[in-house]
T-cell receptor
Framework: AQTVTQSQPEMSVQEAETVTLSCTYD???????LFWYKQPPSRQMILVIR??????QNATENRFSVNFQKAAKSFSLKISDSQLGDAAMYFC??????????????FGQGTRLTINP | EAQVTQNPRYLITVTGKKLTVTCSQN?????MSWYRQDPGLGLRQIYY???????DKGDVPEGYKVSRKEKRNFPLILESPSPNQTSLYFC???????????FGPGTRLTVT
């Protein structure tokens, strides 16, 4: 079974600085998707960024980018120019590309990010 | 507006009193799923459905039931709730075979 590990329960960063959230996963599959979700105090789950495992190029969405290291099974999220609105719980998630595992997201434990003004 | 709705948003109940959390989506999605979120554990899948009358267990199905009689609705049933089912519950939907899932706003359930 696939597992996702976020080893940083909490992180903090100064406003306008850059922060990196870590995520590692374990799988024997070669084709899968990886995601970062943001959960603000409203509890809504918001998709921040996704990465297809077959793509070598790291995904980028505005101030959010990932460092995808397939061999190391690592998928970190970098937030540049941190803003107060970035304060939230962040979840890393894995999804198989096919088969039974494609029917669910496997989540990490979450990292609570605080932005200091 | 395309959305997934859940009701109720908050619920406090007592052990053993049957309850249903409703989930509805207006995007004509085939796939729907239930997750629970607990501190330090992230979200874990309870049940999912690939289409009407097609449901299957996720990773933590014990103590829960689901049904999918209509494409838009996927209720979660707790026939005899226990305190260990106190959690934050999310419904999600998506187009089968695609990567993205759309999440509902969550239901905070407390069982005393």
């Amino acid at each position: 079974a696939q597992t996702v590990t976020q080893s940083q329960p909490e992180m903090s960063v100064q406003e306008a600085e850059t922060v990196t959230l870590s995520c590692t996963y374990d799988t024997s599959e070669s084709d899968y998707y990886l995601f970062w979700y943001k959960q603000p105090p409203s509890r809504q789950m918001i998709l921040v960024i996704r990465q297809e495992a077959y793509k070598q190029q790291n995904a980028t969405e505005n101030r959010f980018s990932v460092n995808f290291q397939k061999a190391a099974k690592s998928f970190s999220l970098k937030i540049s120019d941190s803003q107060l609105g970035d304060a939230a719980m962040y979840f890393c998630a894995y999804r198989s590309a096919r088969g039974q595992g494609a029917q669910k997201l496997v989540f990490g434990q979450g990292t609570r990010l605080t932005i200091n003004p | 507006e395309a959305q997934v709705t859940q009701n109720p948003r908050y619920l406090i109940t007592v052990t053993g009193k049957k309850l249903t959390v409703t989930c509805s989506q207006n995007m004509n999605h085939e796939y729907m799923s239930w997750y629970r979120q607990d501190p330090g554990l992230g979200l874990r899948q309870i049940y999912y459905s690939m289409n009407v009358e097609v449901t299957d267990k996720g990773d933590v199905p014990e103590g829960y039931k689901v049904s999918r009689k209509e494409k838009r609705n996927f209720p979660l049933i707790l026939e005899s709730p226990s305190p260990n089912q106190t959690s934050l519950y999310f419904c999600a939907s998506g187009v089968a075979g695609t990567y993205e899932q759309y999440f509902g706003p969550g239901t905070r359930l407390t069982v005393t």
